[in-house]
C-alpha cells in the first residue's frame, strides 16, 4: 500500500504534503487512479471532508484530475516539458533523431551509473521483472510486447537513479519513444539481427547495475544508444531507398502505359490500310 497514514497533525495539508511526493518521486504516475474516497481516507486515517479539501487543493495545483462518475486520476504532469508544438516540429523534422540520439546517449550513461550506485532492493526487484518479462516476450518473438518492455526497462533504470529532475525529464523523452516520435520501436525489433543484440545489451545493462558496477554500467548504456543510432539509421537510409525504388516503378510503370497507348493507334492504321 502506498499510501500512509497520517500519524500526527490530520489537516489536508498533510494528505497534500502525502500525495505531492508520492507524484514527485514516480511511486504515481499520470493515469494512476486514487482509491475511492471512503478507502482512501481510511488509508491516510482523516477524515472524508478533511480528504475533498486535500483532493480539491491538489486539482488546483493541476496535479490531480477528477472526472465525472469515473474517479480521480494523477494528472498528466509530463506533458509540460515537451509542448506537443514542440513534439509535432520534431515529427516534421526527422534531422531530430540524431539530436535526440545524442541526448539520450550521454542521459543514460549517467542515469545508468547513478542506477547501478544507488538501486535498492526494491529497485533491483522491479528491473528484475522487467528483464524477466522481456526475456519471455523474446522467447515467444512477441515484438509489440518486447518493444513495450523495452521502455519500461529504461524507464525503471531512470526511476532507480534516485534523482527527481532526471526521473520527470526522461520520463518526458520516453514519452516521446512510446509514441513514436523518432522511430518505431517494433520496426527495430524487426530489424534482421536486432532482437538478439537488443536483449544482450539489456542483459548487460541489468547485470551491471545489478552488481553495482558504475563503469561497466556506464559503457553498456553508451554501446547501447550507439547500436540504436546505427540500426535507426539504417531503417531511415532504407525508408528513404524504398520510397525511391516505389517511384521509379510506379513511373516506368506509367511510362509502359503511355507508350502502350500511343503505339496502339499505330498498328490499327497499319492493319487498316493492308486489308483488302
Known amino acids: 500500500m502506498v499510501f500512509r ?42 477524515s472524508r471532508p478533511i480528504l475533498r479539501d486535500a483532493i480539491k487543493t491538489l486539482e488546483e495545483r493541476g496535479l490531480l484530475v477528477t472526472r ?28 531530430a533523431i540524431a539530436d535526440y540520439l545524442e541526448y539520450r546517449r550521454e542521459i543514460e550513461r549517467m542515469t545508468t551509473r547513478l542506477a547501478a550506485l544507488r538501486a535498492t532492493e526494491a529497485d533491483r526487484e522491479i528491473i528484475s521483472r522487467i528483464f ?3 526475456e519471455a516476450a523474446h522467447d515467444s518473438e512477441n515484438f509489440d510486447t ?27 523523452c520516453y514519452r516521446l519513444l512510446a509514441d ?9 525489433y524487426r530489424y534482421p539481427g536486432s532482437r538478439e543484440r537488443l536483449l544482450a545489451q539489456h542483459r548487460a545493462i541489468y547485470e551491471a547495475v545489478m552488481s553495482g558496477d558504475a563503469a561497466a554500467a556506464t559503457e553498456a ?30 513511373q516506368r510503370i506509367e511510362s509502359e502505359q503511355d507508350d502502350s497507348k500511343r ?3 499505330q498498328r490499327r492504321s497499319t492493319e487498316e490500310a493492308t486489308t483488302p
Open 5 to 46: 497514514k497520517i500519524q500526527h497533525n490530520r489537516t489536508a495539508d498533510s494528505v497534500v504534503d502525502q500525495v505531492e511526493e508520492l507524484i514527485l518521486q514516480g511511486v504515481l504516475r499520470p493515469g494512476d487512479r486514487l482509491p475511492a474516497e471512503r478507502d482512501l481516507a481510511k488509508k491516510v486515517d482523516v
Open 146 to 172: 518486447e518493444a513495450e518492455l523495452d521502455v519500461e526497462f529504461h524507464q525503471a533504470i531512470g526511476e532507480s537513479a534516485h534523482n527527481i529532475v532526471l526521473l520527470h525529464t526522461l520520463r518526458s
Open 132 to 134: 524477466n518479462a522481456m
Open 263 to 265: 503505339r496502339r493507334p
Open 68 to 95: 465525472h462518475g469515473g474517479g480521480t486520476f494523477i494528472a498528466d504532469v509530463i506533458g509540460t516539458v515537451f509542448s506537443d508544438a514542440i513534439v509535432e516540429l520534431v515529427r516534421r523534422h526527422p534531422p
Open 221 to 250: 548504456a553508451g554501446a547501447h544508444i550507439d547500436y540504436v543510432e546505427q540500426i535507426a539509421h539504417a531503417m531511415a537510409r532504407t525508408g528513404s531507398w524504398n520510397n525511391v525504388s516505389a517511384l521509379r516503378l510506379e
Open 180 to 188: 513514436g516520435v523518432f522511430y518505431s520501436r517494433v520496426q527495430l
